[in-house]
């Protein structure tokens, strides 16, 4: 089945310090989503994004949509422990209606 | 509002035993609805999606089948399991061709295959 290549795979950072993630697609998607799985829990939407180039923040979140439609970015600045999960991207092709998640980014904070 | 419930929680089943998982939404109509799995530090695999009541779209060849029989009831099954198939599944609903893409996600139900 397809799956979505995202980078880094892990990351181990201090609190406070800012984080970037991609994701990136052989397939052009029209919707480009963020979503974040704490332990144990079905994973929950951060960000959306809906347009070629589009820039959304949420919080001290903020992603980008591709302008070629085949990747998305998402930022975390300022990170505290609570970020602590796993980031997945993940692709929407509205004509198939299926929607296709990412390898995920795990990402732990020191304190 | 709407709710998405799945269950068991948690199983523990024998290789080649059945397998049987629900997951029903409340609270909106002709939804599409979708199973996931992730294996142990593993991304989220999608396996079966449905825009309709008995319409499936299979999207990984497997032992797995799934099968919608009311508008808001999705169910994972299996005829005899594999060691393979232990992970933690997720049944996930969205908006009927919504653009939005916001997917939501029930409790999930974590599967043990000895």
């Known amino acids: 089945g397809q799956q979505l290549n995202q980078s880094p795979q892990s990351m181990f950072i201090q609190e406070g310090e800012d984080v970037s993630m991609n994701c990136t697609s052989s397939?052009?998607?029209?919707?480009w989503l963020w979503y974040k799985q704490d332990p144990g829990e079905g994973p929950v939407l951060l960000i959306a994004?809906?347009?070629?180039?589009e820039l959304t923040s949420n919080g001290r979140l903020t992603a980008q949509f591709g302008i070629t439609r085949k990747d998305s970015f998402l930022n975390i600045s300022a990170s505290i422990p609570s970020d602590v999960g796993i980031y997945f991207c993940?692709?929407?092709?509205?004509?198939?209606?299926?929607?296709?998640f990412g390898t995920g980014t795990r990402l732990l904070v020191s304190p | 509002s709407q709710t998405i419930h799945q269950w068991p929680a948690t199983l523990v089943q024998p290789v080649g035993s059945p397998l049987s998982l629900e997951c029903t939404v409340e609270?909106?109509?002709?939804?599409?609805l979708y199973w996931y799995r992730q294996a142990a530090g593993r991304g989220l695999q999608l396996l079966f999606y449905s825009v309709g009541i008995g319409q499936i779209s299979s999207e990984v060849p497997q032992n797995l089948s799934a099968s919608r029989p009311q508008d808001r009831q999705f169910i994972l099954s299996s005829k005899k399991l594999l060691l393979s198939d232990s992970g933690f599944y997720l049944c996930?609903?969205?908006?009927?061709?919504?653009?939005?893409?916001?997917?939501?996600f029930g409790e999930g139900s974590r599967l043990t295959v000895l």
């Open positions: 397939s052009i998607f029209n919707t």
């Open positions: 993940a692709g929407l092709n509205t004509g198939f209606q299926k929607l296709v």
């Open positions: 996930a609903w969205r908006v009927a061709w919504s653009n939005t893409g916001e997917l939501f």
């Open positions: 994004l809906y347009k070629a180039g």
């Open positions: 609270g909106t109509s002709n939804p599409n």
